[in-house]
């Protein structure tokens, strides 16, 4: 299947730079995933009015650290390094610009040198794996000297102080994602409460969101494409809570694509989920059959992006990309700031 399927236009007014005021404030366009292309225009504040008793809705909750440091060289010259997936002790796999100047035994200094990367090794696709040197915990030291890491459409020089807030959900937990799981940036504690209300219950996996998720796709052909491989966990909770609700015929609503590709990643056969954790690199595109995902509440994603083609897998290539011709007629908003899109 060629890449070029999943292009679509974009006008740059369209992408969200900035949240709204308030998280449900967002447009929620709902559409029926295996009828007739049927599409309803609705706030996400209205979203508990679409499950029913019985219902599931599972959430990522990742928490995004500030992974992006922007230092020097021992020689003066400026580095970017983007921490994108722990490794080990201290050693994580990273982004690092500019690469070129910076190749094994190199080493970047961040906070007049309260903290140092040093270049372990070269990986693919300009990748690098550093060793962090530090005195005491690195979240804190990370916190006071580190940066959102915002993804690039935002086009702002640094990031704003509500960002440390807004582009984090209101139930992140976990530290370790270089970016956040977008679709879950529209909840308050309010609507999870409402959600229980109406009957729905709520459980959480978590996966880091890195490189696997936001990686361009650089080939002609979706089937050539390998994902980046991303750290995700099952707990038992959770799997037990699938069961019961496919027991009782309700729904396993995703809250995003990191959800569906952690819970498809522990797919068994019949529905069941296994638990556990480790790293997932499967790729969700049109042929692929779901087994566990009933509903996804997502945002619009990018042209030729991973993250469309499990869109158009699990609710139809056409269909979707008819959805955001309409979405962009309708004035949605776009991507991690923008509106969402409820398929069920």
Known sequence: MDVSLFDYELPPEHIAQQPLP???DSRML???RKEALRLCDGAFADLPDHVRAGDLVVLNDTRVIRARLM???PTGGKVEVLLLRQLGQDVWEALVRPGARLQPGGRALFGGGELEAEILAVG???????RLIHNGPLEPLLDRLGQVPLPPYIKRKQPRAEDAVRYQT???SRPGAAAAPTAGLHFDAQTLDRLRTAGAAVAYVTLHVGLGTFQPVGVDRVEEHHMHAEWCQ???ATADAIQRARQCAGRVIAVGTTVVRTLESHARPGGIVSTGAGLTDIFIHPGY????VDALLTNFHLPRSTLLMMVSAFAGRQRVLQAYRYAIEAGYRFYSYGDCMLII
């Open 22 to 24: 308030n998280r449900p």
């Open 30 to 32: 709902v559409m029926a």
């Open 71 to 73: 230092g020097r060289r």
């Open 124 to 130: 693919a696709a300009g990748l690098r794996t550093v």
């Open 170 to 172: 209101v139930y992140a």
């Open 234 to 236: 099952v707990p038992t």
């Open 289 to 292: 059959q779901f087994h566990v």
